[in-house]
């Protein structure tokens, strides 16, 4: 029973451990979207303790591939939510970054069309600051 219970702890943590790298290379190679920005403006709402909700405008400054039609100067509502702490010793993926305002990235996003806004498509290496 001791044995089942180290294995299972063995497995679950291989689970929740950093994504290798190619699996990003792979969600971004995928990604619809895939556009330089300059962001414009953002907002940050905590919703829980260490979790924040991003909202923020940005400006297109070069299309790559797009599935939505974006041309250049578009202006883009992009949102997600991140996790800025983790406690002592964690393992996990890469979390999203939080962009800052003036600064141009390029960015791997899907297009929300409900919400009529983006969202990142390559967990936390959707955004490559320039």
């Known amino acids: 029973m ?4 180290l294995l299972i702890i063995a497995i679950l943590n291989l689970l929740y451990g950093e994504l290798p790298p190619y699996v990003y290379h792979e969600l971004q190679e995928r990604s619809p979207e895939v556009v330089t920005l300059q ?8 919703i ?15 299309v ?10 578009s202006i883009i509502t992009i949102g997600y939510t991140t996790t800025i702490s983790h ?19 390029k960015a791997f996003l899907t297009h929300d069309k409900a919400n009529k806004r983006y969202a990142p498509s390559a967990r936390g290496k959707s955004f490559l600051e320039l």
């Open 87 to 105: 406690p002592a010793g964690w393992v996990g993926p890469s979390p999203l970054p939080i962009l800052s305002e003036k600064s141009s990235y």
């Open 2 to 5: 001791k044995k089942l219970l």
């Open 39 to 46: 962001v414009l403006n953002v907002e940050s709402k905590a």
């Open 48 to 62: 829980a303790s260490a979790q924040r909700e991003i909202a923020l405008r940005a400006k297109v400054l070069k």
């Open 64 to 73: 790559e591939r797009t599935q939505s039609a974006l041309v250049v100067g």
